[in-house]
């Protein structure tokens, strides 16, 4: 009985411990800038984007390299040898007028493949904020739900006891009862829909050890904390928001780079036309043996030439390749600059919509369907209406509250577009 006690406390001991080699996933509420920090540290993709840099980087020094020596013996055999000298010595070719024009055109194409990985960060930042902004969303959707159920039951529960008192009549328990039901329904589904964001987001960031979740509770009116201005705004100006995006975005910076990495390609091309020099010197020397004097004699030795000299093939359809190149470059960015004018447009457009029905809320519909919820639940309780109108009232109210969520995150949303379309580091471009 004591040895099984003794095996029992081990396998207790035993798995108390194997929680730290299971990996427990931890839970923690961040900020959105936090959230965009940990993505673009964490995410492997970036890190790919960055190493694809680095390569770039790497290529720079690749073009710029030296010609490597060859070391090579000139040896007579037998009576070959007589009179003749032995040699041994280096041969070098010296590159005219190449190294310069290859580190250009490496310079060029390490700066287009930054501009791509900056990209590819504007889109994983615009990915990330539309995440956090569903999953508060999400949230704000479950407490107004979770609020209507509660209200729901007390509704139910206060007509179960009038019609206890034959106050009211039993079809309006029936009613309040399918109203809960529905309500409760409602909530359990937007509770999984939270749940649904909130794998969401940490799927965007790329996250297993640690289970993120929001900072803030529910999808508010703090436009600061989700990098957004105030939607009463009026500073912002098209013509210079798409002047800024002509500027700044990446992908366009991108493209005018690539028409430079052509231009200088045809450099490169080019410069195969110019002959390369070769340097061939070292050590001669005949023994005894073989020498005309009977003497051991030594000396240097010294050839230059010109080789890779460009008279039977003179690389034309390389040239010719080149030169289609840097065309193509040319109306890829032209087509590109078309389509950044076409989504800031776009991006700014649903940006003013999203705020004038923003706006709408905040001034009208929100105020007013709280007062009729507040002003029906008076009505109710001093018996002027029934609890079919009251159903009514509240359903209004609902549906307010849900479709100004929406209003809201799409605004948030709308201006996280714009941002990422415009390449805008800062959030607050008024005064761009």
């Given at each position: 009985?004591?040895?099984?006690?003794?095996?029992?406390?081990?396998?207790?001991?035993?798995?108390?411990?194997?929680?730290?080699?299971?990996?427990?996933?931890?839970?923690?509420?961040?900020?959105?800038?936090?959230?965009?920090?940990?993505?673009?540290?964490?995410?492997?993709?970036?890190?790919?984007?960055?190493?694809?840099?680095?390569?770039?980087?790497?290529?720079?020094?690749?073009?710029?390299r030296l010609q490597n020596p060859s070391i090579e013996t000139f040896q007579n055999i037998g009576k070959a040898g007589e009179g003749n000298p032995q040699q041994i010595g280096v041969d070098y070719t010296i590159e005219i007028l190449k190294?310069?024009?290859?580190?250009?055109?490496?310079?060029?194409?390490?700066?287009?493949?930054?501009?791509?990985?900056?990209?590819?960060?504007?889109?994983?930042?615009?990915?990330?904020?539309?995440?956090?902004?569903?999953?508060?969303?999400?949230?704000?959707?479950?407490?107004?739900?979770?609020?209507?159920?509660?209200?729901?039951?007390?509704?139910?529960?206060?007509?179960?006891?009038?019609?206890?008192?034959?106050?009211?009549?039993?079809?309006?328990?029936?009613?309040?009862?399918?109203?809960?039901?529905?309500?409760?329904?409602?909530?359990?589904?937007?509770?999984?829909?939270?749940?649904?964001?909130?794998?969401?987001?940490?799927?965007?960031?790329?996250?297993?050890e640690i289970n993120y979740d929001t900072k803030e509770e529910v999808l508010n009116d703090n436009y600061a904390a989700l990098s957004t201005i105030n939607p009463l705004s009026e500073k912002l100006n098209f013509e210079k928001i798409k002047?800024?995006?002509?500027?700044?975005?990446?992908?366009?910076?991108?493209?005018?780079?690539?028409?430079?990495?052509?231009?200088?390609?045809?450099?490169?091309?080019?410069?195969?036309?110019?002959?390369?020099?070769?340097?061939?010197?070292?050590?001669?020397?005949?023994?005894?043996?073989v020498s005309s004097t009977g003497r051991f004699m030594s000396g240097g030795y010294v050839q230059v030439g010109l080789t890779n000299i460009p008279l039977i093939y003179q690389y034309q359809p390389e040239i010719k390749n080149a030169k289609?190149?840097?065309?193509?470059?040319?109306?890829?960015?032209?087509?590109?600059?078309?389509?950044?004018?076409?989504?800031?447009?776009?991006?700014?457009?649903?940006?003013?919509?999203?705020?004038?029905?923003?706006?709408?809320?905040?001034?009208?519909?929100?105020?007013?369907?709280?007062?009729?919820?507040?002003?029906?639940?008076?009505?109710?309780?001093?018996?002027?209406?029934?609890?079919?109108?009251?159903?009514?009232?509240?359903?209004?109210?609902?549906?307010?509250?849900?479709?100004?969520?929406?209003?809201?995150?799409?605004?948030?949303?709308?201006?996280?577009?714009?941002?990422?379309?415009?390449?805008?580091?800062?959030?607050?471009?008024?005064?761009?």
């Amino acid at each position: 009985m004591k040895l099984r006690l003794v095996i029992l406390f081990f396998v207790l001991v035993i798995f108390s411990k194997a929680d730290f080699c299971l990996g427990i996933v931890e839970n923690k509420k961040i900020s959105l800038d936090e959230a965009i920090n940990i993505t673009l540290k964490a995410n492997p993709k970036v890190k790919i984007q960055q190493l694809n840099t680095q390569s770039s980087i790497n290529k720079i020094k690749i073009a710029d390299r030296l010609q490597n020596p060859s070391i090579e013996t000139f040896q007579n055999i037998g009576k070959a040898g007589e009179g003749n000298p032995q040699q041994i010595g280096v041969d070098y070719t010296i590159e005219i007028l190449k190294r310069g024009k290859r580190k250009d055109y490496a310079k060029s194409e390490a700066l287009a493949a930054l501009d791509d990985e900056k990209y590819y960060e504007q889109v994983l930042i615009l990915n990330v904020k539309r995440a956090y902004i569903d999953l508060l969303l999400k949230k704000a959707n479950y407490k107004v739900l979770k609020e209507q159920q509660d209200l729901t039951n007390e509704l139910y529960e206060t007509a179960k006891k009038q019609s206890e008192k034959n106050a009211i009549p039993h079809t309006e328990v029936i009613q309040a009862k399918i109203a809960l039901n529905r309500s409760i329904i409602y909530t359990n589904v937007a509770k999984s829909e939270v749940i649904k964001a909130q794998n969401r987001l940490n799927a965007t960031m790329n996250t297993s050890e640690i289970n993120y979740d929001t900072k803030e509770e529910v999808l508010n009116d703090n436009y600061a904390a989700l990098s957004t201005i105030n939607p009463l705004s009026e500073k912002l100006n098209f013509e210079k928001i798409k002047s800024y995006a002509l500027e700044n975005r990446y992908d366009l910076l991108k493209a005018k780079q690539e028409i430079e990495s052509a231009q200088y390609n045809l450099k490169v091309v080019r410069s195969q036309l110019i002959p390369d020099l070769e340097i061939d010197g070292g050590y001669a020397y005949q023994s005894k043996g073989v020498s005309s004097t009977g003497r051991f004699m030594s000396g240097g030795y010294v050839q230059v030439g010109l080789t890779n000299i460009p008279l039977i093939y003179q690389y034309q359809p390389e040239i010719k390749n080149a030169k289609i190149e840097i065309e193509k470059a040319q109306l890829k960015y032209e087509d590109i600059k078309v389509d950044v004018i076409r989504d800031v447009t776009d991006a700014w457009e649903k940006y003013t919509i999203a705020r004038t029905n923003l706006n709408f809320y905040n001034r009208e519909l929100l105020k007013d369907s709280k007062e009729l919820l507040t002003e029906s639940r008076v009505s109710l309780e001093n018996k002027k209406i029934d609890i079919t109108s009251f159903l009514v009232s509240k359903k209004i109210y609902l549906e307010s509250m849900l479709y100004y969520h929406e209003a809201l995150a799409e605004y948030y949303d709308s201006y996280a577009e714009l941002l990422k379309e415009m390449n805008a580091l800062d959030w607050n471009i008024e005064n761009i």
